[in-house]
């Protein structure tokens, strides 16, 4: 029997949910059964029960965190940021780690599982360090063009899924994981020293990428073997 992933979704400020198709037709061609999560931010326990409807979960990218959740003020590089969205994320993640329910966090959602398990983010890439000490991680290039090198850290899940520790990709995000949550470790970064993947140790799989692999598997195949190893490990 197939095995149901609950995507997360966006809202704008008119409230309309929208979620990229290519989250979903990543799963779908990943053998799972793609389910669309809405954004409830006022009712925990409704949460839980949306939890337990689901194998597995996949956080998709989306608008800056909120730093006051991991203790910082805002920086002017801040970009547009969802309380609600993030109430809710953060506690679907929360609960889908110490239920041990397999996560997969991409661009924002790997940001969100980070500060979800007690991690901080860099708010703004740029005017953390300046603009020339990092390299564009937000392309101009097509979606599915992948722009920069990601070296993997070997004998983590990340490089066996991708059977190599050698990936290029494409980037999306001016923000970026800072420090690792407790419980995770970074497992890729750039070559300028962004963090660009995180993984929980102890978990069954909580992986976060901070690239878009639903934009790229279509022209790169082998990216297809991130959802794959989400859907199998709900099996
Ligand atoms: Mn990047």
Redesign the pocket.
Known sequence: MAKIIGITSSQDEKNVLTLGKMYIKAIENAGGIPLVLPVIHDNVNLIEEMIGQVDGILLSGGVDVDPLLFDEEPVPGLGRIDPERDVFELELARLALNKDKPILGICRGCQVLNVAAGGTIIQDIPSFCGDDKF?K?QQSAPRWHVT?T?DLIEHNRLAEIFGTTLLT?N?Y?HQ?VKQVADGFVATAH?RDG?I?AIEGVKSRYAVGV??HPELLWEHHPHFTKIFKSLVDICQ
């Open positions: 390299f991680h920069h990601v990709v980037s995000h970026a750039s962004i660009e901070q690239w």
